[in-house]
């Protein structure tokens, strides 16, 4: 069957080697600045062969780790959309739904590069890729121009077009997984906070999530809007190009770097702001998630690497033979457990003290070579993608090598954790690669 009938109409979709694939199929829209809603219907049958358009957005500061990631893809603030991969034989199916990662200023769900084929024919589950609304366009708009925590928003509402449509595809809407990576990873955690996402997922996968990093954000963003405010130089923030947008963008985020830590995670969901609970209510909803939801959350072994090495203490390090090296790579220990490893031990053990069940892991694969070792990123081409899509990746070392046993491995985790959750783990705490 190549069309398949959703909310709003019905869409043609590529039937194509055991798999039923939807792209860039619409589950809002939304005009700049302003709360998403339901896309609206449709008559006839609207094409979902092609890949939807990506969030406006300059270019990624992880680049030269993962390549691009925006290959072949256009752009457009219309870009609320989804695509779908399931087995053609589907019925009833776990669901897993993948939040990208790029900090909340770069990526999309409909690259090449987070194909989902593979794990939904080798794990037996649905997959569904979600792209929202990113910097500031979703995250933190200029003083007086509209509301914050869009981009959160945008991916409550895709998880709604899930629950309600993502039965036509063999899917489960009362079995989700949400699952993510870096800010995507981040997401999900804020999802888990907010009330309106109760009953939309029920298991929760965090990668290398960026955690902690709440204390001074709204002092922050205040430096941000003058920056952004001063960039626009009294244009209209609802009728600027694209262009004036992404500079004030690119001026806040500069503004953002006398905050430490914190400035490196510049646009995110801010706490007290709609859906979001107000930071006296986090532990409360914490407890409360971790009786609902089963958590798996980890991280990679040399996860700051990269962020060390973009420092320009760093790089001057770097020149430096032998010691220097030394100092970054203990530089990147340090880092990886103050951003990384530490927040996510002391989320599981929050997770358990509340009743919760979680499981951890720890992904330690490295090629031969390896500029960064097993640096933030690393697990991304064993989950999703493909070789030729990760080709350009020079986190990958000269050979492009990737593990074919590992990435087996990896995908057969984290679909039998959608399938089973925590009692399909073989130990509690993984080692990966």
């Keep these: ?45 609207r094409d ?55 900090a909340y200023v770069a990526g999309s769900g409909e690259s090449a590069k987070y194909d989902t084929a593979s794990l939904a024919r080798s794990g037996n589950v649905v997959v569904v890729n979600v792209s929202y609304r990113l910097g500031i366009f979703g995250y933190l708009a200029p003083p007086g121009a509209g509301e914050d925590n869009l981009g959160l928003r945008d991916q409550i509402l895709a998880l709604r077009w899930v629950h309600d449509n993502i039965a036509a595809f063999g899917g489960d809407p009362a079995n989700v997984t949400a699952f993510g990576q870096s800010a995507g990873a981040h ?39 003058v920056a952004m405010t001063t960039s626009l130089a009294g244009a209209d923030p609802a009728e600027a190009s694209l262009d004036q947008l992404l500079a004030a963008e690119g001026a806040a985020v500069a503004a953002a770097q006398g905050f430490g830590l914190l ?62 090296r030394l100092a970054v790579r203990a530089g990147s220990s340090m ?12 989320l599981a053990e929050a997770w358990r003290t509340h009743g919760g069940r979680v499981g951890t892991f720890r992904f330690d694969w490295a090629p031969d070579h390896a500029p960064l070792g ?7 081409p064993f989950l999703l993608g493909s070789p030729r899509a990760w080709a350009d990746a020079p986190m990958l070392g000269p050979q492009r090598a990737i593990d074919n046993q590992l990435s087996t491995e990896i995908r057969t985790r984290w679909a039998q954790f959608a399938h089973h959750g925590i009692d399909s783990l073989p130990a509690p705490a993984l080692r990966l690669g």
């Design 1 to 45: 069957m190549r069309d398949r009938h959703i909310t709003g109409g019905t869409i043609q979709v590529e039937n194509q080697d055991g798999l039923v694939r939807a792209r860039g199929v619409r589950y809002g829209t939304a005009k700049r600045f302003a709360v998403a809603e339901p896309a609206a219907g449709w008559s006839g049958v």
């Design 48 to 102: 979902a062969t092609q890949p939807g358009p990506a969030c406006p957005q300059r270019p990624s500061r992880l680049g030269w780790v993962t390549g691009d990631v925006l290959d072949g893809l256009s752009t457009s603030e219309n870009c609320l959309v989804l695509s779908v991969t399931a087995p053609a034989d589907a019925h009833r199916l776990p669901v897993m739904v993948w939040f990208h990662g790029g």
């Design 187 to 225: 997401s999900v955690m804020s999802l888990m906070l907010c009330r309106d996402a109760v009953g939309l997922f029920h298991r929760a996968i965090l990668q290398s999530a960026p955690l902690e990093l709440d204390a001074g954000r709204d002092e922050m963003a205040q430096a941000m809007g």
């Design 263 to 324: 400035g490196a995670l510049a646009f995110a969901p801010r706490l007290g702001r709609t859906p979001l609970p107000a930071p006296a209510d986090v532990s409360a909803a914490v407890a409360d998630a971790a009786g609902r939801i089963e958590l798996l959350i980890g991280y990679t072994k040399d996860d700051a690497a990269p962020f060390v090495a973009m420092d320009r203490r760093g790089a001057r390090l770097n020149r430096v033979p032998v010691l220097g």
């Design 335 to 346: 880092l990886t457990r103050r951003a990384f490893s530490g927040p996510a031990a002391r």
């Design 374 to 380: 097993a640096c933030h990123c690393m697990e991304l």
